[in-house]
């Protein structure tokens, strides 16, 4: 029987797993509503998802199910294998930072971007830049007029997806702060993430 592991990312918080080529991630939503940013970088971190170019090599705005999503030299890291959840998802928008919560009146507060460098750090590595990450669940449809804003997730409790590794990776999940917004339905609750082994 496959070999799983299951990892919690609290509310507002943000955790690293290292995965093999070939495993299967399951990243879910238990109580529903809730969005998870997904980072992915290869284990020598010469590599990592880029939203951009999984656009413009899939030409969609989010990948179907048997659909990769891409490195920034035009590699696929990870494929989409099921998606239980009725989406949308996102690719369009960037990490909550410290400045949007600045901007809404928060002078403290957690985010995605500490989140994932703090996941970082606790692996031993140290990024100038922050990629843009894949927002999971996250309702932020751009709209007929060409406006895009998020609106509160549709997830329903145990909504997941399920991504193949197609590379050694190291996978960052963060738990979406924004509680002042009904992005997270207005609460923010974990995340968790199931890792089943190839082998």
Known sequence: MPD???IVVPAQSGRSIRVSRGDLVRIIDPKGQQVADLWAFTSDMKDWLSTSN??????RLF????????????????TLVEDASPGPHDMLYPACNHPLYVRAGFADHPNCQDNLHKALAYEGITLPFTPDPVDLFQNSLPQPDGRIDVFASINPPGGNVTLRAERDLLLVVTACSVDHYPTNGGICTEIEVEVTAAW
Request: proline share 8%; no cysteine.
């Open 63 to 78: 990948p179907k199910v048997g659909e990769h999503f891409y490195g920034t030299t035009g590699e696929p890291l990870l």
């Open 4 to 6: 799983q592991n299951r």
């Open 54 to 59: 999984t656009r413009d090599i899939g030409e």
